[in-house]
């Protein structure tokens, strides 16, 4: 028995020391010049009341007339409509500042075509700092989450050398922050976002996703983020998503760390280590269907701690048709209908599962993985994964999938395993 432990021991090690950190080197980070305009100084008041859209965009325009520098919002709060960010441009928050967001009556555009709160399109060296916060003023935007048109607070397109750092964001009407369009070099580090769960008792909000990125060479660390949708969403229908780690992240209230529901653009050099999950909806969630799905490979979630959540693990296929499955049988996965000669089918592969340990919610699966009969998904690897549930652990459509070392705990006469 001590060999066999030791064995145990000298593979976890030998699998921790070689698996792959698919994202290592950090992102370049913006070169801002070393000037400041004061918000105030183009006549912001930051009384609460007075409208400020017109002097803060001065403001940033000021800077980047001048080559670039830094906005500085001294403490106060600023009521704002929406901004058109510049290249070399850092927009500073400092201690006691609140950059808000216009109310929903008085946000122009209205339900229709309300233009996103802070945008910025093919851009470079750009920057969000301080720790001052941005509110959204979100509430009453998310009853009509369904058939409105709602603002972003954030939406940088295709910008190069990107730094959100420090500062604290909340209450969105929809998303938080979106960063999509390949241009590389993304940091986000040390932030705050926070809203109100999407199955909150009273005044849940919806669609409030933290971080949607689709980048080249990205990081995420420190962070702090709970939400009323997903804590990280991963994918497009057009861009890339490669070369990422998420690091030393604590989730509360979400939809987890999620890949797709788009993944037709591709993801992959994914890297999630040392980050905790307390009562999300979904700890790890990879999902797609037939209709927009891509290659998703190379995916590495190591030293993982996961708390009274739903779903620990789910990687699945059919998400228009299913939706989450948290009942599926080896007989449903059995009577899926082959597609033929599917067009943008997800493809699931090169996935490794180390050192995760995960509690979850009574009635749910310990994980999942239901990839398409037609493109079953491979080489998935758990190692010393420790995971409680009421639920049995369900692998359907899938090939290569090693379970090393596992510890899966379910309830009364449940089996641990449907395949």
């Not at 520098?69 to 009521?79: D, I, K, N, Q, S």
Request: aromatic letters at 8%; proline letters at 6%; hydrophobic letters at 40%.
């Amino acid at each position: 028995m001590l060999c066999r432990s030791i064995l145990g021991l000298l593979v976890l090690f030998l699998v921790v020391l070689l698996a792959p950190l698919w994202a290592c080197a950090d992102p370049a980070l913006p070169v801002i010049p070393n000037q400041t305009f004061v918000v105030t100084t183009y006549g912001a008041v930051g009384d609460g009341i007075t409208t400020n859209t017109t002097t803060i965009q001065n403001a940033i325009n000021a800077a980047s007339t001048a080559g670039g520098g830094t906005v500085e919002f001294p403490a106060g709060t600023y009521l704002c409509g929406p901004l058109t960010m510049k290249s070399s441009i850092n927009l500073q928050l400092d201690s006691g500042a609140l950059l808000r967001m216009l109310p929903y009556d008085m946000y122009p555009g209205g339900i229709l075509s309300p233009a996103n709160f802070i945008n910025g399109s093919s851009l470079h060296d750009i920057e969000i700092s301080g720790t001052g916060a941005i509110d959204g003023q979100g509430s009453p935007w998310w009853p009509g989450y369904k058939t409105n048109t709602r603002p972003a607070m954030v939406n940088f397109s295709t910008c190069n050398r990107v730094w959100i750092r420090d500062a604290t964001f909340s209450n969105s009407p929809s998303m938080h922050l979106i960063i999509k369009g390949r241009a590389g070099n993304v940091t986000i580090e040390g932030i705050t976002i926070a809203a109100p769960s999407s199955s909150a008792p009273t005044n849940p909000s919806h669609n409030t996703d933290a971080i949607d990125l689709a980048e080249t060479n990205a990081t995420i660390r420190n962070c702090n983020i709970s939400v009323g949708d997903d804590n990280v969403a991963l994918g497009s229908s057009a861009s890339a998503s490669a070369d990422i780690i998420i690091t030393n992240c604590t989730f509360g209230e979400g939809h987890g760390v999620s890949i797709g529901s788009f993944t037709s653009g591709g993801v992959s050099n994914l890297t999630v280590i040392n980050c905790t999950f307390n009562s999300t909806d979904n700890g790890i969630r990879i999902k797609s269907d037939n209709n927009r799905g891509g290659i998703v490979q190379n995916l590495s979630y190591l030293n993982i701690g996961m708390t009274n959540v739903n779903f620990p693990i789910t990687i699945y296929s059919y998400y228009n048709s299913v939706g989450t499955p948290s009942s599926i049988t080896p007989a449903i996965a059995a009577s899926q209908t082959v597609v033929p000669y599917p067009t943008n089918n997800p493809v699931y592969r090169n996935i490794t599962f180390s050192n995760i340990v995960a509690t979850a919610i009574r009635g749910f699966p310990a994980g999942i993985i239901w990839a398409r009969p037609e493109m079953p998904a491979t080489n998935i690897s758990f190692i010393r994964c420790n995971l409680s549930a009421s639920k049995s652990f369900d692998v359907y459509n899938a090939r290569g999938v090693r379970f090393v070392a596992p510890l899966i705990r379910v309830t009364g006469t449940v089996t641990s395993f449907l395949l």
